[in-house]
């Protein structure tokens, strides 16, 4: 992906993330952690589909089912979270769509925020499911590239 491509993607996730009243470094910042701006990035979540979804299935799941434990685009958004905040659509491809995954995980992190009573890190922890006990310092860490100059 070309640096012109990145800073495209970097000026919608600080709008998307100032219309949600978030940090627009933290958005960036959790793009990077996650994605790496990677608009196609998908994650097949084992540990949350054995958890989450296998136990309440009777029978083999479906591709809906399966999705759900599934981390989509840029921010990673779990297909179960998107589902929790609102995202209807019929294919969970449409998150890897740069406006709308941004939109979707903006939503979701701004719960995490009112979660984390504005505290970043145990907003972090919520966002990553506590998955990566580091992952809110790399998080912060990363914020930096995208204070004043971003």
Request: charged share 20%; proline share 5%; glycine share 8%.
């Amino acid at each position: 992906m070309s640096d012109k491509q990145i800073q495209s993607l970097v000026a919608l996730a600080r709008a998307t993330a100032v219309k949600h009243s978030l940090s627009p470094d933290l958005v960036c910042a959790v793009v990077e952690q996650e994605s790496s701006w990677n608009t196609w990035a998908i994650r097949f979540e084992p540990v949350f589909e054995q958890r989450y979804i296998h136990p309440a299935l009777p029978s083999a799941p479906t591709t809906e089912e399966m999705s759900l434990a599934v981390s989509w685009g840029l921010m990673q958004v779990m297909g179960q979270s998107a589902r929790e905040h609102g995202f209807r659509d019929r294919f969970f491809t449409n998150l890897c769509r740069p406006e709308i995954g941004l939109e979707i995980g903006c939503r979701i992190l701004s719960y995490k925020w009112a979660q984390g009573e504005g505290n970043v890190e145990a907003t972090l922890q919520r966002w990553n499911g506590g998955g990566n006990p580091r992952y809110a310092s790399e998080v912060v860490a990363r914020m930096k590239r995208y204070g004043d100059s971003g």
